[in-house]
C-alpha cells in the first residue's frame, strides 16, 4: 500500500541561512532519496516569506528530477506545491523543519539551577531549543540584575519550573513576580502575549495565575519535577512543541502559508503534518538508532551558528542535547577562536601560517559566513578550527549529560536520567558504539578521511568506536518524515543519509615512544591478513568497504586498555565504511601532541599521510 | 540556470531609499504624512519603562509576608518620593518601630502576600527617535515610528561598529589603495565623516575620536586594532552598541583590503557633503549591514521605492571576491558553468568565471563572490 499512497515525498529544512529540499521517491520497491535542492532561506528582509526559499528550493528539485528523468516533472503550481500527485505532477506529502531566524529560543527558570532549574533546561533542549539563560533563586545574581535579564532576552517562550508537588510555593512565587516585573515581551512582534509554560510545584498554581495570568499567556502543565526521585518531562516538551507551532511559527514571516502546505496522509487521510524545530527531529532519528540498533551513539550537528551534541547512553538509552550556542564555522567562527585560543588550533595545523593573516580570515568568516574554503591550506585551518569547536561541544556535553544526585528515578521517556549515585557524567567514550557527524564542515569535507579525522582528533573516540555522517544533511528531513511514515524515513535513512566511514580503534593510556601499543590481527573479507604490532605514537589506516566486515584480535600493549580492561585482548568485529578501519595508537587519556612546532608538525604530517588526509602538495 | 541567488551589497549613486524609524515600545509620532524632515529632526518619542528595584518588605520589617498590607503606607501605582515612608510596622507603645522608606523617585510596581517583596520602578527613561535621513515622510505607524522616503547615493558596508551619525564628508585617502596613519588626522577632522583607503590603523582610529571625527569609512581594519578599540574580542558580529566615540563602516572586510573604485569614487565625488551612517551589523536572523546616505534633491513624483528583491548573478553583473585568493577584487561575470567544478581544495563546487577589473579572467566559486547592486 505505501507505494499507492506514497510514491513521492517533499521534506525541507528551513535553516537560518539555507533552505535544503529533498526528493524522496519510492523507487523498485523501496524508497530512496533522488535529488536535492537549495536556496537562500527568505524568512527575513528583503522578501519576509519562508515560501519563497521553500519554494526556490523545491523548483531546484523540479529542475534536477527533470534532467534526471529526460521528462518534465513539475513540483509547484500557482506558486504552492502540488499535492497530492498525479503522474508526473506533484508529490503525495510534503514535511519540512525549521530553524529559520534562530530556531526557537527559550528562557527557563527553577528554584534551584542544579534541581528543577536543570530539569526545566533539559526538556527545553529536548524540544529543540535554544535555552538563553537559566535563571533560578539560588543562581547569585541579584534580583533586579534577573529582572533586568528577563526583560531584555525577549525570548519566544518561558518555561517555569520549581518546586516538586507539595512543597513550598514561596520561591515560585517569587520567580513569577521576578518575571512579572521584568514584563517580557516576545521576540517575534508585540502583537500577542508572551507564552509562558508553568510546569511546577501544582500548588503554586494559583498563585502563578494571578501573579502572571493578565500579563503573559500562561499555559500550566504537569510538573516537570513532581518529586525529587521523579522527572516528567514528556508534557512540558509537548506543549513547547504546541506553542511552536501556535504561536512563534504563526508569528514568522511566511509560516502561516507554509503550515497550510505540509500535508501528509495520516490514516489514509491527507492531514497537516506539524512543523518541526530541526534539532528536536534530529534527536528523534538519534534516540531511533540507539533504540534500534541497542548501542550508544553520540550525535554532532556542527552548523554556522551553533553545535548541537545528542547522545544516547547507558542500558536505559538515556537520550541527552545539549546546544552550544556559540560555537559554529561562520556567524560563530570568531567565538571559536576566542574560546579555545590560537594555540589550540595551530595544533592540527602541519604548516607555518602568518597569526595576524590567520586572525582575519576567521573574522573575514564571520561577516561573510556562506563563503568556502578555496584554497588547500583554508581548508585545513578551516578543520582545524572545526576540532576546536566539536571538542569544546562536547565538553559542555559531557558537563550537562549527567546523573542525579542520589535519587532513584522512574521513568518513561529517553530524556529522563537514571539516578545513580552523584553527578557524574554518562558520557563514557569507551561504551560508545557510534559516533554520527553532520552539519557541513562535516558532511561536504572533500575527502571522507577528513570527517573522520576531525570527529576522531575532537571527540578521542576509545576502544572500538564506529564512524558514520549524514550524507548530505537530511537528518533532520528524516526526522519530520517518521512521523508520517516511518518505513520510508528508515529506508533512505539506511541507503541514502547515513554514510559509514569505518571504524576507529584506539587504546586507553600511554606507553613509551617505540614501545608496542597494539597488536592488530585482521581478517579481512578479500582474504587479506593485516597483522602489524603497531607502536605507541603511530596510525594506521585498513581499506574495508562499506557492509563489509574484518574479524580482528586486538592486543593492546602492556598497560593499555582497548574497554575490556587493562592488557585484556579483545575479538572483535570491525565494520569497514567508505575510509576503511583506522588505527590509532597515539593514546587516550591522555592524549597528548607535542608543544614544540619542529617535533608536532613532522607528526602531523606522517599521520595526514597515512590516512590519506591532504594531497601531498601540502603535506611534503 | 542562467540566473543563482546571490549574497549582495549595494553602492550606488542614485537610489529611491525607504527607512523605517519605528520606536522600541509604543509612543507618539510627532510627525505627518507629507512632512519633509531633516536628518536630526524627533520624529516620534516614547518613555521606556525604568528600572525595577525589589525590596524585601516582609523581611525588613520583620513581620510575615501575608500580612505585609496591614503595614504599608502606600499602594501599588502610587508615584513616590525618594525618603518617602513605604511601610511601618506599629511598635511597641509607639517605639521601636520598623519602616522602610523609598531609595528613589518612581512608582510602587507591586507587593506581594506570598513573598512579601515590594517592587519598586524608577522614573521612565525617555527615548527620542530622530529621522536619521533628510526626506519626506510617506507612512505613519499609529504609535510606532514612520516611514520616511528620500532619493541618495548609497553604500551598504560589510562591517561596522556603533551607532547613527550625521557629518559632512572628508576625503583622508588619495586613493582606495591608501593606508592611513595617525598624522593625516587633524582638527579639520572634528564632525566630520572620515574616508581611508585599504586600512586605519589604531593610532589613527584613536586620534580621529580625538579630534572628534563623526566616523570613519575605510575598505579594511585588522583584527587586532578592532580588539585593541573594544577592549574585547568580537565573537558574533551583532554590532552597533558600542560605545568607542566614533562609528567605524569597514566597506570590504578585516585585513588590509583596497576599498572597491566604485565606493571610493562615490565617496570622493559627495566630499564635503551631509551623509547618515550607522555601524550596525547582524549577520544572522534578521541581516542587517552598516550604511552610508547621501540624500539628494529629489521631487515627490521620483519616490517610488524599488521592490526589495534577491541579489542574483547573471552575466554582466559586477561582483566583488569574497575570499582568497583574489579577495577585494572587482570584476564582471562573463560565464555561469553549470558544472561542479574541483577547486583546489578538492571541493567541488558551482563557479563562475569573471572578468576582473585588471583584465584577467578567473573561475571562481559563486559562493565567494558578493553582487555590487547598482
Known amino acids: 500500500m505505501a507505494n499507492d499512497q506514497l510514491r513521492r515525498i517533499i521534506a525541507t529544512d528551513c535553516g537560518s541561512t539555507t533552505t535544503k529540499a ?51 516533472i513539475t513540483l509547484i503550481e500557482n506558486n504552492k506545491i502540488i499535492i497530492p500527485s498525479d503522474g508526473d505532477r506533484g508529490a ?98 508585540s502583537s500577542y ?79 497537516q503534518v506539524p512543523i518541526k524545530p530541526t534539532p528536536a527531529a534530529v534527536g528523534d532519528i538519534i534516540q531511533t538508532i540507539a533504540k534500534q540498533n541497542n548501542i550508544e551513539v553520540l550525535g554532532v550537528d556542527i552548523g554556522g551558528a551553533t553545535t548541537d551534541v545528542f547522545s544516547v547512553f547507558t542500558e536505559e538509552h538515556v537520550f541527552n542535547r545539549t546546544v552550544s550556542a556559540n560555537l559554529g564555522m561562520s556567524y560563530s567562527i570568531s567565538n571559536v577562536l576566542a574560546s579555545t585560543g590560537l594555540d589550540n588550533i595551530l595544533r592540527w595545523v602541519p604548516f607555518d601560517i602568518d597569526e595576524s593573516a590567520l586572525r582575519n580570515m576567521i573574522k573575514n568568516k564571520m561577516i561573510r559566513p556562506t563563503t568556502i574554503p578555496s584554497k588547500l591550506e583554508e581548508l585545513v585551518l578551516e578543520q582545524a578550527i572545526a576540532k576546536e569547536a566539536l571538542r569544546l561541544a562536547l565538553v559542555q556535553h559531557r558537563d550537562f549529560a549527567v546523573k542525579l544526585k542520589g535519587r532513584q528515578q522512574k521513568r518513561e521517556i529517553s530524556e529522563a536520567f537514571s539516578q545513580s549515585t552523584s553527578g557524574d557524567s554518562i558520557v563514557n567514550m569507551t561504551t560508545l558504539n557510534l559516533i554520527v557527524g553532520s552539519g557541513g564542515v562535516l558532511s561536504h569535507a572533500p575527502r571522507r578521511n577528513q570527517t573522520a579525522i576531525m570527529l576522531i582528533d575532537a571527540f578521542l573516540p576509545e576502544g ?119 588505527l590509532d595508537t597515539r593514546g587516550r ?31 611534503s | 540556470m542562467a540566473q543563482a541567488y546571490s549574497a549582495g551589497l549595494t553602492v550606488t549613486d542614485n537610489i529611491i531609499l525607504r527607512k523605517e524609524r519605528i520606536l522600541p515600545l509604543k509612543g507618539t509620532v510627532k510627525v505627518k504624512v507629507g512632512d519633509k524632515v531633516k536628518a536630526n529632526d524627533l520624529v516620534a518619542e516614547t518613555l521606556l519603562p525604568g528600572k525595577v528595584l525589589p525590596l524585601n518588605l516582609a523581611n525588613k520589617l520583620g513581620v510575615q509576608a501575608s500580612l505585609i498590607n496591614d503595614y504599608l503606607k502606600i499602594k501599588p501605582g502610587d508615584f513616590i518620593k525618594k525618603g518617602q515612608l513605604l511601610a511601618e510596622t506599629k511598635g511597641f507603645l509607639g517605639f521601636f518601630k520598623s519602616s522602610v522608606k523609598s531609595p528613589f523617585d518612581g512608582e510602587v510596581e507591586s507587593v506581594s502576600v506570598h513573598t512579601g517583596q515590594m517592587l519598586l520602578r524608577e522614573p521612565r527613561i525617555p527615548v527620542q527617535i530622530k529621522a536619521f535621513i533628510d526626506g519626506l515622510v510617506v507612512e505613519v505607524i499609529p504609535e510606532e515610528g514612520v516611514v520616511i522616503e528620500n532619493k541618495s547615493a548609497y553604500i551598504q558596508g560589510i562591517f561596522g561598529l556603533a551607532g547613527e551619525v550625521t557629518g559632512k564628508l572628508k576625503m583622508i585617502a588619495k586613493d582606495p589603495n591608501e593606508v592611513v596613519s595617525a598624522d593625516q588626522i587633524d582638527d579639520s577632522c572634528k564632525d566630520r565623516i572620515i574616508v581611508a583607503g585599504s586600512m586605519i590603523d589604531l593610532k589613527a582610529i584613536e586620534k580621529a575620536v580625538k579630534v572628534g571625527a563623526k566616523a570613519i569609512l575605510t575598505g579594511g581594519i585588522d583584527d587586532q586594532d578592532l580588539k585593541k578599540l573594544l577592549g574585547y574580542d568580537i565573537g558574533v558580529a551583532i554590532t ?115 572578468k576582473l577589473e585588471d583584465g584577467q579572467t578567473l573561475i571562481i566559486p559563486r559562493a565567494n563572490v558578493e553582487v555590487i547592486e547598482e
Not at chain 1, 545574581?141 to 528577563?150: D, T
Not at chain 1, 593485516?530 to 600493549?557: N, Q, S, W
Not at chain 1, 607535542?594 to 601540502?618: F, G, T
Open chain 1, 22 to 72: 529533498i526528493l524522496i521517491e519510492y523507487v523498485n520497491g523501496e524508497y530512496r532519496q533522488t535529488v536535492r535542492g537549495e536556496a537562500p532561506t527568505t524568512v527575513e528582509a528583503p522578501l519576509n516569506d519562508v515560501t519563497r526559499g521553500v519554494l526556490n528550493s523545491v523548483q531546484e528539485l523540479e529542475e534536477l528530477a527533470t534532467l534526471k528523468y529526460g521528462k518534465k
Open chain 1, 92 to 189: 503525495d506529502a510534503y514535511v519540512s523543519t525549521s530553524s529559520a531566524g534562530g530556531g526557537l529560543q527559550m528562557m527557563v527558570t527553577g528554584v534551584v539551577a542544579k534541581m528543577t532549574g536543570e530539569s526545566a533546561e533539559r526538556a527545553a533542549l529536548g524540544a529543540g531549543a535554544i535555552v538563553m539563560d537559566l535563571i533560578s533563586s539560588n543562581d547569585k545574581r541579584a534580583n533586579y540584575e534577573k529582572i533586568e535579564r528577563i526583560r531584555h532576552l525577549r525570548p519566544d517562550m518561558i518555561l517555569m519550573a520549581g518546586g516538586v508537588d507539595g512543597g513550598t510555593t514561596k520561591h515560585v512565587a517569587e520567580l513569577a513576580e521576578l518575571v512579572s516585573a521584568a514584563d517580557p515581551k516576545p521576540r517575534l512582534g
Open chain 1, 193 to 271: 502575549k508572551l507564552p509562558v509554560i508553568y510546569a511546577g510545584n501544582t500548588d503554586a498554581r494559583d498563585i502563578m495565575t494571578e501573579v502572571l495570568g493578565d500579563k503573559v499567556d500562561l499555559i500550566i502543565t504537569d510538573n516537570l519535577r513532581p518529586t525529587l526521585d521523579n522527572e516528567n518531562l514528556g508534557p512540558a516538551r509537548d506543549r513547547i512543541h504546541d506553542l511552536f507551532m501556535e504561536h512563534v511559527m504563526k508569528q514568522a514571516p511566511g509560516y502561516n502559508k507554509l503550515m497550510e502546505w505540509t500535508l501528509g496522509p495520516i490514516n489514509g487521510k491527507l492531514t
Open chain 1, 464 to 582: 572500538v568506536t564506529r564512524l558514520g555522517v549524514d550524507s548530505i544533511f537530511m537528518m533532520p528531513h528524516l526526522g519530520v518524515l517518521a512521523e508520517i511514515n516511518p518505513q520510508a524515513a528508515t529506508e533512505v535513512f539506511d541507503k541514502d543519509c547515513m554514510i559509514y566511514i569505518g571504524s576507529c580503534v584506539a587504546p586507553i593510556g600511554k606507553t613509551k615512544a617505540k614501545a608496542m601499543a597494539l597488536h592488530a590481527k585482521l581478517e579481512l573479507p578479500n582474504g587479506e591478513v593485516f597483522d602489524e604490532k603497531i607502536p605507541f605514537g603511530e596510525m594506521r589506516l585498513i581499506p574495508c568497504g562499506v557492509g563489509e566486515v574484518a574479524k580482528a584480535t586486538l592486543i593492546p600493549g602492556s598497560g593499555l586498555d582497548l574497554g575490556a580492561g587493562k592488557n585484556q585482548t579483545i575479538e572483535t568485529e570491525l565494520h569497514g565504511g567508505v575510509v576503511g578501519i583506522i
Open chain 1, 589 to 619: 587519556r591522555p592524549f597528548v601532541l607535542p608543544v614544540e612546532a619542529s617535533e608536532r608538525v613532522p607528526r602531523l604530517k606522517k599521520w595526514m599521510k597515512a590516512l590519506d588526509i591532504y594531497p601531498s602538495e601540502i603535506l
Open chain 2, 240 to 354: 552597533g552598541h558600542e560605545k568607542i566615540g566614533i562609528t567605524i563602516v569597514v566597506t570590504e572586510g578585516f585585513g588590509k583590503i583596497k576599498m572597491a573604485n566604485k565606493t571610493f569614487d562615490l565617496l570622493k565625488k559627495f566630499e564635503g557633503k551631509e551623509a547618515s551612517v550607522h555601524g550596525k551589523t547582524q549577520i544572522r536572523a534578521g541581516v542587517m549591514r552598516p550604511e552610508i546616505i547621501i540624500p539628494l534633491p529629489f521631487d515627490e513624483k521620483e519616490l517610488i521605492a524599488k521592490k526589495p528583491e534577491m541579489a542574483t548573478l547573471e552575466i554582466g553583473t559586477t561582483i566583488r571576491v569574497i575570499r582568497q585568493p583574489n579577495f577585494g577584487k572587482i570584476g564582471k561575470v562573463v560565464g555561469l558553468p553549470e558544472k561542479l567544478y574541483k577547486v583546489q581544495s578538492e571541493t567541488l563546487v558551482r563557479v563562475l568565471e569573471a
